[in-house]
């Protein structure tokens, strides 16, 4: 099937604790992205790659820390995890990147700092 | 900064009737696409509709029509004959400008269809 995959889909860890979640698409898109939804469902952009290069950093602490391999794999590496980070994590994908094609999502990692 | 505003937090509808759901933004562009998710309980985000602003004719899918109004900055999502299946989160979205385009998201609309 063709779609943006992620896993886990649900990560419960503890503070202070190293984690990571990865994406793949496999719909040949040239940009993708990582989406914060927070416990209010509010979702905030973080990342964004286009063909492996990093082109949107939002204020993020840089415990967050994206690798591209490739332009369909984008993985978000979290070191030192805190209770604040507990949130739905999505990937997801674009075409173009420029604003003009919708994003594909994937269907989220629940992260749980315990 | 632009901005997307959704005033409507929660909203319920009966099973088969219509309603609607308001968005308004703020921008300085003038061409541009707007977009509508919706996220069900599976908390799966899908795309609902789009809407391009150099086009006057409104959106339609199916059941789900837009009501573009570009000089209001104006976008509402209309949902015909609605379905339980229809209850969810209902994002609308709009992407920034300046090179690095990232789509910013409206708070969201709880929508309950009830039978």
Redesign the interface.
């Given at each position: 099937d063709t779609a943006v995959s992620q896993t886990p889909k649900y990560l419960v860890t503890q503070m202070g604790n190293d984690k990571s979640i990865k994406c793949e698409q496999n719909l040949g898109h040239d940009t993708m992205?990582w989406y914060k939804q927070d416990s209010?469902?509010?979702?905030?952009?973080m990342f964004?790659y286009n063909n492996k290069e990093l082109?949107?950093n939002e204020t993020v602490p840089n415990r967050f820390s994206p690798k591209s391999p490739d332009k369909a794999h984008l993985n978000l590496h979290i070191n030192s995890l805190e209770l604040g980070d507990s949130a739905?994590y999505?990937c997801?994908s674009s075409q173009s990147?420029?604003?003009?094609s919708?994003?594909?999502?994937g269907?989220?990692t629940?992260l749980t700092v315990t | 900064a632009q901005t997307v505003t959704q005033s409507q937090p929660e909203m319920s509808v009966q099973e088969a009737e219509t309603v609607t759901l308001s968005c308004t933004y703020d921008t300085s562009e003038n061409n541009y696409y707007l977009f509508w998710y919706k996220q069900p309980p599976s908390r799966q985000m899908i795309l609902v509709i789009r809407q391009e602003a150099y086009k006057q004719q409104n959106a339609t899918e199916n059941r789900f029509s837009v009501n573009f109004q570009k000089a209001a900055k104006s976008f509402s999502l209309k949902i015909s004959d609605s379905q339980l299946g229809d209850t969810a989160m209902y994002f609308c979205a709009f992407p920034t400008s300046g090179g690095s385009e990232k789509l910013v998201f409206g708070k969201g609309t709880k929508l309950t269809v009830n039978p």
């Open positions: 992205y209010k469902k509010f979702l905030k952009i964004s082109i949107i739905v999505f997801a990147g420029t604003g003009r919708p994003l594909h999502f269907n989220g629940r | -």
